[in-house]
T-cell receptor
Framework: ETGVTQTPRHLVMGMTNKKSLKCEQHLGHNAMYWYKQSAKKPLELMFVYNFKEQTENNSVPSRFSPECPNSSHLFLHLHTLQPEDSALYLC??????????????FGPGTRLTVL | GENVEQHPSTLSVQEGDSAVIKCTYSDSASNYFPWYKQELGKGPQLIIDIRSNVGEKKDQRIAVTLNKTAKHFSLHITETQPEDSAVYFCAASGGAGSYQLTFGKGTKLSVIP
């Protein structure tokens, strides 16, 4: 595997379910990101981790819980989601921070549908 | 915070013609402006970027121009090909202390063979 991988690629869940999204980067980067991509809206940054430490949380509801056990892996734990949370969730990584000096590499995303 | 506006939202061109996508930003401290291409079923991929100390940058058929005074930047694709069909996003980042890229809403480009 190369680059940034995400699993699963598609996920359908009920509002009472608990699920997790997984991201893995094979680039040796130190920073990882979660973005939400909804139709006709800009990419929304959710969380930023640098060297496993969370550096940004953009007022994301607590039903989204990130976890970064090491610099190569990033998880997004989901529980009691709402239908409006349906979107494409993208993971990205960069060598370091800040965003203005380090190219971000994106994974293919997980298409999430909340019923 | 930063706000990035992108136009048009959709663009159709004949193969071989040029395509231009324009973005404006609000934060005069922003100094890094990347462009991403997102193909169907894939994540965005950086295609070109420009920093505020440069007015224009070119890479083969792709060029980006920046007007800091007017706070707008544009992506130019010449001699378009069907494989250029994708969604293009502009973004801006506000200086060395900013961890964030602020993205535009995207432009869906269709190149008609």
């Amino acid at each position: 595997e190369t680059g940034v991988t995400q699993t699963p690629r598609h996920l359908v869940m009920g509002m009472t379910n608990k699920k997790s999204l997984k991201c893995e980067q094979h680039l040796g980067h130190n920073a990882m990101y979660w973005y939400k991509q909804s139709a006709k809206k800009p990419l929304e940054l959710m969380f930023v981790y640098n060297f496993k430490e969370q550096t940004e949380n953009n007022s994301v509801p607590s039903r989204f819980s990130p976890e970064c056990p090491n610099s190569s892996h990033l998880f997004l734990h989901l529980h009691t989601l709402q239908p409006e949370d349906s979107a494409l969730y993208l993971c990205a990584s960069s060598q370091d921070l800040p965003a203005g000096y380090n190219e971000q590499f994106f994974g293919p995303g997980t298409r999430l549908t909340v019923l | 915070g930063e706000n990035v506006e992108q136009h048009p939202s959709t663009l159709s061109v004949q193969e071989g013609d040029s395509a231009v996508i324009k973005c404006t930003y609000s934060d005069s401290a922003s100094n890094y402006f990347p462009w991403y291409k997102q193909e169907l079923g894939k994540g965005p991929q950086l295609i070109i970027d420009i920093r505020s100390n440069v007015g224009e940058k070119k890479d083969q058929r792709i060029a980006v121009t920046l007007n800091k005074t007017a706070k707008h930047f544009s992506l130019h694709i010449t001699e378009t090909q069907p494989e250029d069909s994708a969604v293009y996003f502009c973004a801006a980042s506000g200086g060395a202390g900013s961890y964030q890229l602020t993205f535009g809403k995207g432009t869906k480009l269709s190149v008609i063979p």
